[in-house]
């Protein structure tokens, strides 16, 4: 069956440091994923997104990556900040055409450390 | 640019009443998400509408039902509520059947079942 999973509950980091949060996912067919953040008390935010003929994709500070070979995606925050801190889930599109049906992994909680 | 909101915040309901949670999306999208989270879980999909129709579903039994108007708000409703229906309730929208990706998230509507 389909499904998304997080390597780790809870990563703590440094200031300053680089943070990597890993996911795994079990779908072989899955053409889409997408990183969100949700901060205590709010909606999921989106942060990033990959299709499946790409293996690395990079934003402000964050860079997603796609390994379809081991179906791993991680997530990985340059130069991490207090605002930082907060649940990140890795996400798939389980429809058969990218029309919204996400699968979300358990969640990684990121604690930065000042 | 409104994004997406829902209301009530938070309710509580007791064990076999209904209930129903309002969704407005952000403006220019016209699909409407739904998701429920259960405390330290990720979100789980429940359906989605687009043209006032449901298009997919998730593994929710009929008494999950949902609603789509004209101006693109959705409804979800639940009846008989269980106890384990306790968990926050998401809406997200996007622009179009084939837009799965950037969905937008509400801050949710907490409902306590009792």
């Known amino acids: 069956g389909e499904s998304v999973g997080l390597h780790l509950p809870t990563l703590s980091v440094q200031e300053g440091d680089n943070s990597i949060i890993n996911c795994a996912y079990s779908n072989s067919a899955s053409d889409y994923f997408i990183w969100y953040k949700q901060e205590s008390g709010k909606g999921p935010q989106f942060i990033i997104d990959?299709?499946?003929?790409?293996d690395k994709r990079q934003g402000q500070r964050v860079t997603v990556l796609l390994n379809k070979t081991v179906k791993h995606l991680s997530l990985q925050i340059a130069a991490t900040q207090p605002g930082d801190s907060a649940v990140y889930f890795c996400?798939?599109?389980?429809?058969?055409?990218?029309?919204?049906?996400?699968?979300f992994g358990q969640g990684t909680t990121l604690q930065v450390k000042p | 640019d409104a994004g997406v909101t829902q209301s009530p915040t938070h309710l509580i309901k007791t064990r076999g009443q209904q209930v129903t949670l309002r969704c407005s999306p952000k403006?220019?999208?016209?699909?409407v998400s739904w998701y429920q989270q259960a405390l330290g879980q990720g979100p789980q999909f429940i359906f989605q509408y687009y043209e006032e129709e449901e298009r997919q579903r998730g593994n929710f039994p009929d008494r999950f039902s949902g609603h789509q108007f004209p101006n693109y708000s959705s409804e979800l409703n639940v009846n008989a509520l269980l106890l384990g229906d306790s968990a926050l309730y998401l809406c997200a929208s996007n622009l179009g059947m084939t837009g799965g990706y950037e969905q937008y998230f509400g801050p949710g509507t907490r409902l306590t079942v009792t």
């Open positions: 996400a798939e599109d389980a429809s058969s055409s990218n029309t919204g049906k996400l699968i």
């Open positions: 990959i299709r499946s003929n790409m």
């Open positions: 403006s220019g999208h016209d699909t």
